[in-house]
């Protein structure tokens, strides 16, 4: 049975830091591109940052670049994402993701299985 369990949420200080991770079970994640998207209540979600299976190619959104940190684990079959510096503004729902096709990206479209969510709560 395909899962993918997220875990690390919770809530932290502005300025603090948190890492997120996804571990999938029926699924060997090393096969594909994989992402982080948030979701503010009421939005759409938004792409936060993915990982190219083959190179380790990275990309970031604008908002997050320089603070946010994804990395994968195969032996694991995990997925990661460091979160530092972290405002108000990232205070959403996380949701890890692998997609169906071959580069990664921000379209939620590409995006074949998903993680259930994980709530990031910056506040002091």
């Known amino acids: 049975q395909l899962q993918f369990v997220e875990s690390g949420g919770g809530q932290v200080q502005p300025g603090g830091s948190l890492t997120l991770s996804c571990t999938a079970s029926?699924?060997?994640?090393?096969?594909?591109?994989l992402a982080w998207f948030r979701q503010y209540p009421g939005k759409e979600r938004e792409g936060v940052s993915c990982i190219s299976k083959d190179d380790g190619r990275t990309k970031y959104a604008d908002s997050v670049s320089g603070r946010f940190t994804i990395s994968r684990d195969s032996a694991k079959n995990t997925v990661f994402l460091r979160m530092s510096s972290l405002s108000p503004e990232d205070t959403a729902t996380y949701f890890c993701a692998a997609a169906s096709t071959y580069y990664c990206s921000f379209l939620p479209l590409n995006y074949q299985y998903w993680g259930q969510g994980t709530q990031v709560t910056v506040s002091s």
């Open positions: 029926g699924i060997t994640l090393a096969y594909y591109p």
